[in-house]
């Protein structure tokens, strides 16, 4: 038995442990409060479940599910995912709920559409006040655990031209959150007319989607 069917048959075990009911893997779009559009890129999850459910033997609902942060996170996916452009602001409680869900078991993806980086950092902050941004290297597993990046995330659009970086809160040697810097990887899982981005580049985002999501169930560390 070759390594990528082992790695299929261990991804199908562990995507049923953090499945909705029905058995399938999801992604929870958080809803949060400030000002922000937390909804933009709203073809982006539809696309890249569609990807993930073609191209792996994981069960995907491919409709995205979304909730505020407070109560209703608890109800949500253990995959949540979290975008925007502009200004984001987490309540006390909301912090607190937050932190728990994460360190009860669930992952964040956060994906800095520009605009949304001070902000984002500033509100982590109040989740996390003694946890620092961790820059992933290039030979993490997250790069290589399905499709190969050796140069760690795709550009997908310019910015302020710097180059991106994949940073990382951990609580001990398990990633909770991903925040994908100077990428912009949900632009990249949107529909080929929103942005007209060629075709090699919407692959490769919707390959490195695809990591961050095996990554998760899989969790190496």
């Known amino acids: ?15 049923l442990l953090v499945a909705d009911e029905d058995g ?33 033997d994981i ?11 407070g109560e209703h996170i608890f109800n949500a996916s253990p995959y949540l995912y979290l975008t925007g452009h502009g ?15 994460l360190l009860s078991g669930s992952f964040l993806h956060a994906d800095d559409n520009y605009g949304l980086d001070e902000s984002f950092r500033r509100e982590m902050k109040k989740v996390f006040p003694d946890k620092e ?12 655990c399905y499709y190969n990046f050796p ?5 997908v659009h310019k910015h302020n031209n710097k180059p991106p970086q994949a940073l990382g809160l951990f609580e001990g040697n398990r990633l909770i959150v991903l925040y994908t810097y100077e990428s912009d990887l949900g632009d990249g899982w949107e529909n080929e007319r929103v942005h007209n981005n060629p075709e090699e ?10 990591n961050i999501v095996m990554y998760s169930l899989i969790n190496y560390e």
Do not use: C
């Open 87 to 101: 200004n984001i602001k987490f309540s006390d409680y909301e912090s607190i709920a937050l932190r728990n869900h």
């Open 59 to 69: 069960s995907v609902e491919i409709i995205e599910k979304k909730s505020k942060i």
């Open 133 to 144: 941004w961790v820059e992933l290297p290039y030979n993490h597993k997250i790069f290589n």
């Open 1 to 15: 038995m070759n390594y990528k069917i082992i790695l299929i048959f261990f991804l199908y075990l562990t995507s």
């Open 201 to 210: 580049i919407r692959t490769k985002a919707l390959q490195m989607g695809t």
């Open 24 to 56: 399938k893997f999801s992604i929870t779009r958080i809803q949060y409060s400030g000002g922000g559009d937390w909804y933009s890129d709203q073809s982006s999850i539809p696309n890249l479940l569609k990807f993930i459910d073609k191209n792996t």
């Open 151 to 155: 140069n760690g995330l795709p550009k």
